[in-house]
């Protein structure tokens, strides 16, 4: 018979959460808190007092990759075996795309909101630091991460999860953020290779996620639902849809300060082309993993740390969204970016709640079960 599940600790019991278990999808708490902030910059409407609570969530968005950078640290130092055996765990190693992405999401909210406390200068600086180190770790784990997947033999061998597409969909955050820094750079070559590579880091993540999609909604389907506690992971899918067109729009953007009008007017019709049925798909899959979500929650799905997906992929859903409405004009768009960023910021609301209850109780980090 197995043992009966462990109570709430007791009242004034000293709790130690320690960080042997804490991962790296911990820097999704990063991720999901630094998108609220970058959303509600990009809505197409104006919301009194919306720009301040903004800047208050980027700068707890950057107090957040502080601690987790620090605590991740801790983890290698007196961890190091647990660390070694996250990367060769098919279910923790893909997170460490989350690393990446916590650092590019921090870098565009410092510059869309930190300008208001740090001055344009610093915030451009210290946005383009990070930046530059979110797109070579991007890169760094779109390759050792799938490396790791094909050499690494298991038994039984290991099935195709949402969490696979966090790799390959870094460098599509990379994409998407770059463009903001075109502005800042000399007037020529050095803004030309940068949209361009963006365009090359947003074919890696769209390329990369078409070939990780399909296996992904193919074990749907053989398998069945996912468990109860990794249902949430399916909103993961929403994450290179969203980025992509956000990506897109920035790319129509910038073009005219950085490419020929020829190439400028095949961006501007690329972003509406592109983006318009990827967004449609994004709301399908968006009802059908909200549908499962639903299903898991009646089950019984009860509050772990992937409920953090449900913020970082439904923001980037909102910034191409607004992109969209700002490209296209149509107001059906910038509605559907304000209902998104409505349910992300009530998402973000309740995984951060929790997520401060589990600290303060000891609950997490906790070893996966």
């Known amino acids: 018979m197995s043992p009966p599940p462990a109570g709430p600790p007791a009242a004034g019991a000293a709790v130690r959460p320690g ?4 991962g790296p999808n911990w820097y999704a708490c990063v991720m999901g808190t630094a998108i609220v902030a970058t959303a509600g ?3 197409p409407v104006r919301v009194p007092g919306l720009r301040t609570v903004c800047v208050a969530v980027w700068a707890l968005s950057v107090l957040a990759l502080a601690a987790v950078t620090a605590a991740r640290a801790v983890h290698w130092r007196r961890h190091g075996d647990q660390a070694r055996a996250h990367l060769r765990d098919p279910a923790m190693a893909p997170f460490y795309g ?19 406390v740090l001055g344009e200068r610093v915030a451009v600086v210290l946005g383009a630091a990070l930046f530059t180190v979110g797109t070579v770790t ?43 820094f075109v502005p800042y750079l000399p007037a020529g070559a050095a803004r030309g290779t940068l949209l361009f590579g963006c365009a090359a880091l947003f074919g890696i993540g769209l390329l ?36 992509s ?28 082309l592109y983006g318009v049925p990827v967004t449609g798909f994004a709301l399908l899959w968006l009802a059908f993993a909200g549908a ?14 992937t409920w953090w997906a449900f913020t970082f992929p439904v923001g980037t859903c909102v910034t191409g969204a607004a992109a969209l409405a700002d490209r296209t004009g149509l107001a059906v768009f910038g509605a559907l970016a304000v209902l998104l960023f409505v349910t992300l910021a009530g998402a973000w609301t309740v995984a951060a709640v929790r997520t401060v209850q589990g600290l303060a109780l000891g609950s997490l980090p906790a070893a996966p079960r």
Do not use: K, N
């Open 138 to 180: 991007a890169l760094a784990v779109a390759v050792v991460i799938p490396y790791l997947l094909v050499v690494v033999r298991r038994t039984p061998p290991a099935r195709p999860a949402p969490v696979w597409l966090l790799p390959v969909v870094a460098p599509m955050v990379a994409a998407a953020t770059g463009p903001q």
């Open 208 to 243: 990369g996620t078409l070939m990780m999609l399909p296996a992904v909604f193919a074990t749907l389907v053989a398998d069945g639902p996912p468990p109860l506690a990794l249902t949430p992971t399916l909103f993961l899918v929403l994450g290179p849809l969203g980025q």
């Open 292 to 305: 499962l979500v639903v299903r898991a929650r009646r089950r019984g799905m009860r509050f772990t740390m």
């Open 245 to 272: 067109t956000t990506a897109a729009g920035r790319f129509a953007e910038l073009a005219p300060d950085a490419a020929s009008a020829a190439h400028a007017r095949g961006f501007e019709a690329f972003a509406v």
């Open 41 to 43: 910059t990009a809505l």
């Open 19 to 22: 960080t042997r278990h804490l």
């Open 98 to 116: 989350c690393l990446s992405m916590a650092l590019l999401a921090v870098g565009a909210s410092t510059v869309a909101v930190g300008r208001d």
